[in-house]
């Protein structure tokens, strides 16, 4: 098992931790959704865990996944990255960027060691509005897609 993926499990238990101080109840269908989450490194929307997710529960709603996304992002457990179609949701919180490829719409890692640190930013910026995220995306054509126009 590599490091990254010790990191990963060690976080589910800290989701199920969190989720039950916050008086939510830990269902095996929130495990399962978390699970899955956890065990992502694509950034997956709402409706590719939710497709993930149902191959071992099939009867899951779209809006239990939905419902269970947003609290763990509020709770500052996942990363919410705003795309246009939909948003995106991260479980790895160490500070990096994002790579969005606008043509397949795969969203890559870039570490900091590559870009330097996210910027910082107040909790408010004046005359504005209030700070609740700071994200640095970049865009352009991912390797992959390069190759299979090349
Ligand atoms: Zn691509
Ligand atoms: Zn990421």
Redesign the pocket.
């Known amino acids: 098992m590599g490091k990254r993926q010790e990191f990963r499990a060690n976080r589910e238990g800290e989701f199920a931790r969190v989720l039950a101080v916050n008086g939510l109840r830990m269902t095996q269908q929130r495990l399962e959704i978390v699970r899955e989450l956890a065990a992502a490194q694509d950034h997956p929307d709402a409706e590719t865990l939710l497709h993930r997710v149902r191959r071992r529960v099939p009867m899951l709603s779209p809006d239990t996944v939905y419902r269970t996304l947003e609290v763990l992002a509020s709770h500052g457990l996942v990363a919410r990255i705003p795309m246009p179609r939909a948003n995106r949701f991260d479980p790895d919180l160490t500070p990096h960027h994002h790579f969005v490829?606008s043509?397949?719409g795969?969203v890559l890692d870039v570490g900091v060691d590559v870009l330097g640190p996210v910027p910082s930013a107040p909790a408010a910026l004046e005359g504005i509005g209030q700070v609740d995220s700071v994200h640095l995306q970049i865009w352009g054509?991912?390797d992959?897609?390069e190759e299979e126009g090349a």
């Open positions: 490829c043509r397949c795969r054509v991912c992959a897609c």
